[in-house]
T-cell receptor
Framework: ELKVEQNPLFLSMQEGKNYTIYCNYS?????LYWYRQDPGKSLESLFV?????AVKQEGRLMASLDTKARLSTLHITAAVHDLSATYFC????????????FGTGTSLTVIP | NAGVTQTPKFQVLKTGQSMTLQCAQD?????MSWYRQDPGMGLRLIHY???????DQGEVPNGYNVSRSTTEDFPLRLLSAAPSQTSVYFC??????????FGPGTRLTVL
């Protein structure tokens, strides 16, 4: 069974600071997705990473994928309050007989 | 396009009752899935379908049934509701091998 570990689970940071969320997974996959979820809402797609070394950036968020290390990172630059949300990584294991597996999420709070 | 729609948005059931959560998509996606979301546990896959007439179990299938008679619809049935099934349920659809698109969710409480 594919396992996805995300850390930290909770993150409180001040506006203007930088931080990284980590997503480790246990089996071969070169497809990984990041989602954002606001309280009481559904999941919104942020990034689609489809190969080793893929890097995507949108505003203050940058995601990368290292398939050899089975690691993806979501880097936050100069955090602002609007980034407060829960962030999930999801690994697409369908190539290896698995399905989609989600990390447990990182609850981010940006303090003014 | 409406994307992925789910009904109802909220539901309260008594233990032992049955019900069907509806999910529909208008994007002609072959792959559809149902998840439940519980605090601290991320999203866990209940059932999925790779096309009309084909369904399979996910990580937590017990107590749930699905069917896929059309590409558009993928209902989830709770056979005999239990308090442990109190959760938020999300339906998702996926184009081929791409990312998932999620519905707005159904918040279910079982008393």
């Amino acid at each position: 069974e594919l396992k996805v570990e995300q850390n930290p689970l909770f993150l409180s940071m001040q506006e203007g600071k930088n931080y990284t969320i980590y997503c480790n997974y246990s089996t071969t996959s070169d497809r990984l997705y990041w989602y954002r979820q606001d309280p009481g809402k559904s999941l919104e797609s942020l990034f689609v990473l489809l190969s080793n070394g893929a890097v995507k950036q949108e505003g203050r968020l940058m995601a990368s994928l290292d398939t050899k290390a089975r690691l993806s990172t979501l880097h936050i630059t100069a955090a602002v309050h609007d980034l407060s949300a829960t962030y999930f990584c999801a690994v697409d294991g369908r190539y290896t007989g698995n399905q989609f597996y989600f990390g447990t999420g990182t609850s981010l709070t940006v303090i003014p | 396009n409406a994307g992925v729609t789910q009904t109802p948005k909220f539901q309260v059931l008594k233990t032992g009752q049955s019900m069907t959560l509806q999910c529909a998509q208008d994007m002609n996606h072959e792959y559809m899935s149902w998840y439940r979301q519980d605090p601290g546990m991320g999203l866990r896959l209940i059932h999925y379908s790779v096309g009309a007439g084909i369904t399979d179990q996910g990580e937590v299938p017990n107590g749930y049934n699905v069917s896929r008679s059309t590409t558009e619809d993928f209902p989830l049935r709770l056979l005999s509701a239990a308090p442990s099934q109190t959760s938020v349920y999300f339906c998702a659809s996926t184009p081929g091998m791409g990312e998932q698109f999620f519905g707005p969710g159904t918040r279910l409480t079982v008393l």
